[in-house]
């Protein structure tokens, strides 16, 4: 009968701890997160202090490192930093991989507390519209319209293929087969709630999930299309038969982009233009997800209509979202169409 793996059969806890979190269902982002953390931690303790193996940490060495931490993060980044070292020796404690938990009682003194409703850095259209005219890369201005246009999550735009999107680029020799759910809807993107990462959709096995409660069709207005017709025009061929819109033109080229490389290009922009800095957390730092945070408040304070942009974002239950579908070809992309702000200058 098969047994619980135990310290000495596991060469990394790290490695165990992150697949276990895999198997629960966290995102790549949050796998990401903690495993840089821990690797973080790990080198202290092994630096500072010669801790050879991560169970023999104890909660003065946790004390330090946190310590250590302070000055260089916000204080609510340090306190969820420390929530992840707390989370993985709590979770290996209780699994007996570990006999205890150092991080048990240096939660319980720190000052510092998790932001959970964070005041973001507040940027106005103008603004916003000196960042991204910054940007010329092809793809990068793309990626980055893409997000702060329709207010998509980094792995449903990932997720996007060709057959996602109608626009009219008569004057590019390409040509495909759009979704039958795009019929007779000119210029717009589909937005699928099935990706899940490790399914295959459409030929291809996926590497991030989308988090829609419900398909969405937005609107693709001129500035968009323009700039996706501009990247369409260099975009390498695909490897995948999947055809993505996005792939990436550096190491991996012809292949579909990650979220890990969308951040990259958003935090890459975000330091040139003063934006993001190290240990600056939510409130200070744009990243993919303020582009939707962005996306969400100005569209809702133009339009006046919180549930046009609930049905945008896919993020509203099933009968309202019935509503809005029915009423797209009037109600969404009328009111999508003349709201929409204009990022170009």
């Known amino acids: 009968m098969a047994t619980e793996a135990t310290t000495e059969d ?6 165990y701890f992150l697949d276990d979190q895999r198997y629960h269902g966290k995102s790549d982002r949050t796998i990401e997160a903690y495993e840089r ?37 916000e204080p609510s980044t340090v306190a969820t930093y420390a929530s992840y070292l707390n989370r993985f020796y709590d979770y290996m404690n209780r699994i007996g991989m570990f006999e205890a938990n150092p991080m048990a009682l240096v939660m319980e003194e720190m000052s510092e507390s998790i932001d959970s409703d964070p005041t973001r850095r507040d940027i106005s259209i103008d603004e916003m519209r000196s960042f991204v005219d910054t940007i ?37 020799e390409l040509q495909w087969d759009a ?25 291809d096995e996926r590497t991030a999930s989308n988090k829609r409660k419900r398909d969405t069709v937005i609107p693709v207005d001129d500035e968009l299309r323009s700039v996706l017709v501009a990247w369409l025009a260099i975009r390498p061929d695909p490897i995948s038969p999947a ?10 080229w012809g292949e579909r982009i990650t979220p890990s490389d969308v951040r990259y290009v958003v935090e890459k922009h975000g330091r040139e233009f ?6 600056g957390g939510t409130t200070e730092n744009v990243t993919p997800h303020y582009f939707r945070h962005f996306f969400t408040t100005h569209l809702r304070d133009r339009t006046g209509d919180r549930g046009i942009v609930q049905y945008l974002r896919g993020d509203v239950a099933s009968e309202v ?4 579908t029915h009423d797209w070809g009037d109600r969404v992309r009328t009111t999508y169409l003349e709201y929409i702000y204009s990022l170009s200058r």
Request: glycine share 6%.
């Open 10 to 15: 596991v060469d990394d806890p790290i490695v």
């Open 37 to 73: 953390v821990l690797r973080g931690f790990e080198a202290f303790v092994s630096e500072e202090f010669s801790v050879e193996s991560l169970p023999d940490a104890t909660r003065r060495e946790c004390m330090a490192w946190v310590h250590s931490l302070r000055g260089q993060y």
């Open 136 to 172: 010329t890369h092809p793809l990068e201005r793309a990626i980055v319209l893409t997000l702060l246009k329709t207010g998509m999550r980094v792995g449903e735009l990932c997720n996007l293929d060709l057959r996602d999107l109608t626009v009219d680029c008569d004057e590019l």
């Open 179 to 203: 979704r039958v759910e795009l019929d007779h809807r000119p210029s717009s993107v589909f937005v699928s709630s099935d990706p899940a990462r490790g399914t295959e959709i459409n030929g």
């Open 243 to 252: 055809r993505p819109l996005f792939v990436d033109t550096r190491n991996s």
């Open 274 to 279: 003063g934006w993001y800095r190290t240990g």
């Open 321 to 324: 979202i019935d509503t809005y």
